[in-house]
Nanobody
Framework: VQLQASGGGLVQPGGSLRLSCAAS????????MRWYRQASGKQRELVAQ???????NYADSVKGRFTISRDDAKKMGDLRMNSLKPEDTAVYYC???????????????WGQGTQVTVSS
């Protein structure tokens, strides 16, 4: 079971990016999906999360600019980022609580990071 994050890159201030997170493996269900970020020299912070029921939460710093979504049929999640600012520069990680076929309980699975750089 793994998560694969993609979509990072270099973008100018005011620009947009879409990050994607693809889950693979023997997953029976995906519960809350989250996106975190960690800027150089700073602690990792929760950026956005979406529950299995579609409820969303955002960090105050990204409200109104970022949108988290999920497609359970495809086992994927997206983070659409608009009006990007230099302070959004960070490594972004996706994570999800998943249930694995044949195993009891829920597992917190993390993807590798993807770099987002906002600079002119």
């Amino acid at each position: 079971v793994q998560l694969q994050a993609s979509g990072g890159g270099l973008v100018q201030p005011g620009g947009s990016l879409r990050l994607s997170c693809a889950a693979s493996g023997s997953i029976s269900s995906i519960n809350a999906m989250r996106w975190y970020r960690q800027a150089s020299g700073k602690q990792r912070e929760l950026v956005a999360q979406i529950t299995s029921g579609g409820d969303t939460n955002y960090a105050d710093s990204v409200k109104g600019r970022f949108t988290i979504s999920r497609d359970d049929a495809k086992k994927m999640g997206d983070l659409r980022m608009n009006s990007l600012k230099p302070e959004d520069t960070a490594v972004y990680y996706c994570a999800a609580f998943v249930r694995i076929r044949g195993r009891s309980g829920s597992f917190d699975v993390w993807g590798q990071g993807t770099q987002v750089t906002v600079s002119s």
